[in-house]
């Protein structure tokens, strides 16, 4: 069963507007992380921002935010301000206490900043 | 700090033949490796666990004798593609945690720029 679900395959959003990510995920383990990782069409994997399971503010780094809400299991990526360079697919991912670090990864968003 | 290398960054190579590809953890040990298989417009389908000086850990439907995975130091894990085929194209990336200079990455783990094969 899908752990990791991005519903928005795509989004367009215009320069200096924020953008919200949507990211559920399911897990009966109470020990977790999530994390979300910018992919540009280089390839390489760019590590965002880390929110744990038991942290109880949500995480924030430079203008990458993320919305944690545990009841609802959701972990939404806020990005403010948005520039061109944040053009990119965007992932989702959970790693479980007892997965020996595994991540396990959504969909996808891709994202395309316009001027 | 935290930097891992693939090498080649792509290959491309003919039906039947073998190709390996190289992780390394440069700055770090990587007492675990991971390797990912990503196809087009696709999002990352780990297909196996490595750990220095153990057997790998394939996922559920990874052919194990098709995609050897060798990970003989701390520092280089190794996929190799045995009689490769065309439907094995795709971009294969690796990623690391360990120990990043006393302090155990917990949370963190170092992609490589990942390795595109195209086989014909």
């Known amino acids: 069963a899908q752990k990791i679900t991005q519903t928005q395959p795509g989004m367009f959003v215009q320069e200096k507007e924020a953008v919200t990510l949507d990211c559920t995920y399911d897990?009966?383990?109470?020990?977790?992380?999530l994390f979300w990782y910018k992919q540009p069409s280089s390839g390489e994997m760019i590590f965002l921002i880390y929110?744990?399971?038991?942290?109880?503010q949500n995480a924030t780094e430079g203008r990458y935010s993320l919305n944690f809400q545990k009841a609802r299991k959701s972990a939404n990526l806020v990005i403010s301000a948005s520039q061109l360079g944040d053009s990119a697919m965007y992932f989702c991912a959970m790693r479980e206490a007892d997965s020996w670090g595994k991540l396990q990864f959504g969909a996808g968003t891709q994202v395309v900043v316009t001027p | 700090g935290a930097v891992v290398s693939q090498h080649p960054s792509w290959v491309i190579c003919k039906s039947g033949t073998s190709v390996k590809i190289e992780c390394r953890s440069l700055d770090f040990q990587a007492t675990t490796m991971f390797w990912y298989r990503q196809f087009p417009k696709q999002s990352l389908m780990l297909m196996a666990t490595?750990?220095?000086?153990?057997?790998?850990?394939?996922e559920q439907g990874v052919e194990k004798d098709k995609f050897l995975i060798n990970h003989a130091s701390l520092t280089l894990s190794t996929l190799t593609v045995t009689s490769a085929h065309p439907e094995d194209s795709s971009f294969y990336i690796c990623?690391?945690?360990?120990?990043?200079?006393?302090?155990?990455?917990?949370?963190?783990?170092?992609f490589g720029p990942g390795t595109r094969l195209t086989v014909t």
């Open positions: 490595s750990n220095e000086g153990s057997k790998a850990t394939y």
């Open positions: 990623s690391a945690n360990g120990d990043l200079a006393g302090r155990v990455t917990f949370y963190e783990q170092y």
């Open positions: 929110q744990g399971s038991y942290d109880q």
């Open positions: 897990t009966s383990d109470p020990s977790y992380g």
